[in-house]
């Protein structure tokens, strides 16, 4: 499974931006997919997670309402909509794949694959 990240940038604080990440594998529709982030010195940490069964969806407390995570199967893509950015928001952005089970987990050692990351960097 190959992850592609795109739609990083450089936006001003209160802005929006939309990243997405496209996954190869025929069987996409049955992955659990994560979006987490690291900034400079930071852990990598959770942003948000979204299942294929039923897409429910789990968010970290620090984007809550601010931040939407929706997939396409028919695209074999992931998205995450950012919006009311702030400077905080600042970080490498990765998705990430979990192929097996349903379970949507938070933490980075329960998925299987990784994109190469994009930067968002939100300016104050």
């Known amino acids: 499974v190959q992850l592609q990240a795109s739609g990083g940038g450089l936006v001003q604080a209160g802005g929006s931006l939309r990243l997405s990440c496209v996954a190869s594998g025929r069987t996409f529709s049955m992955y659990v997919m994560g979006w987490f982030r690291q900034a400079p010195g930071k852990e990598r940490e959770f942003v948000g997670g979204?299942?294929?069964?039923?897409?429910?969806?789990v968010y970290a407390d620090s984007v809550k309402g601010r931040f939407t995570i929706s997939r396409d199967n028919a695209r074999n893509t992931v998205y995450l909509q950012m919006n009311s950015l702030k400077a905080e928001d600042t970080a490498v952005y990765y998705c990430?794949?979990?192929?097996?089970?349903?379970?949507?987990?938070?933490?980075?050692?329960?998925?299987?694959?990784w994109g190469q990351g994009t930067q968002v960097t939100v300016s104050s």
């Open positions: 990430a794949a979990r192929t097996s089970g349903s379970y949507l987990y938070t933490t980075r050692d329960k998925y299987d694959y």
């Open positions: 979204i299942s294929w069964s039923e897409y429910s969806t």
